[in-house]
Structures are given as structure tokens and as C-alpha cells.
């Protein structure tokens, strides 16, 4: 996965927040995400690649990575759905890691200076 990408985007989640969930607490610490991402982390300092990651607090699976539209609730039992705002079908992991990539990719571009707010108006 590194040596085959410039960059991975990756969710920056709370772990130690989710495993207080105790019906999700076990599936969070076998996948060992902390972890994980630390190999990657190492991987791509070995091969100058560049790991970023993604706000927890970006809504990616809940939002249309079509239209942006957002939905208000979406239990984890829910794993395609269909927007309201533009019909687009979405599967909930793929449709994540759409908007994972978008904003990530934006959040380095805000990095490097790009301009992400238009001119304020103001005249001299």
C-alpha cells in the first residue's frame, strides 16, 4: 500500500473513545487501529511517502460524496443507502473513503496555503 501511493489519508478516529462502546469495544481493539496506523506511519517515512489523517469529525460515510448532502442519522446497522438530495446509492465504506480522500487532499492543499475562502470584497 505505501510503496504503491505518494500519500494515504487515513481517519484520525478515537479509539479510546469507541471501545467504551462495549458492543463495538472488542471488533476496535482486534483491528488494533492505533497500531496500524503507526506501521503505516513508519512504512511511509521509509519509502518518503506521506501518511495524513482525516478529522474524526468529518461525517464521511454520512455524506453524499455526490451532492454533500448530509444525513442526519445513520446507525452503523445501515451499510448502503440512498441520498435524499440527489438519489446517488451508496455503499457506506466506499462512499467514506470518497469523501476521506476530497478532504484530505483539500486539508493538505489549505496546508500549503491555497486559498479556501473567496476574496472578502473589499475594496483598497
Known amino acids: 500500500m505505501i510503496r504503491d501511493n505518494q500519500v494515504v489519508y487515513v481517519e ?3 479509539v479510546a473513545g469507541m471501545v467504551l462502546n462495549r ?6 481493539h ?3 487501529w492505533a497500531q496500524f496506523v503507526q506501521l503505516i506511519e513508519e512504512k511511509a517515512q521509509k519509502y518518503g511517502r506521506t501518511v495524513h489523517r482525516v478529522s474524526r469529525w468529518l461525517p ?3 455524506t453524499c460524496s455526490a ?5 442526519g442519522e445513520l446507525p452503523l446497522r445501515v451499510r448502503i443507502w440512498a441520498c435524499p438530495g440527489c438519489g446517488t446509492v451508496h455503499d457506506r465504506e466506499q462512499n467514506a473513503a470518497v469523501n476521506m480522500l476530497a478532504a484530505g487532499q483539500t486539508e493538505r492543499l489549505n496546508a500549503c496555503g491555497a486559498q479556501v475562502r473567496p476574496p472578502c470584497g473589499r475594496h483598497g
Open 60 to 62: 464521511s460515510s454520512k
Open 12 to 14: 484520525d478516529l478515537n
Open 23 to 28: 458492543r463495538l469495544a472488542k471488533a476496535i
Open 67 to 71: 451532492c454533500g448532502y448530509v444525513m
Open 30 to 32: 482486534d483491528a488494533g
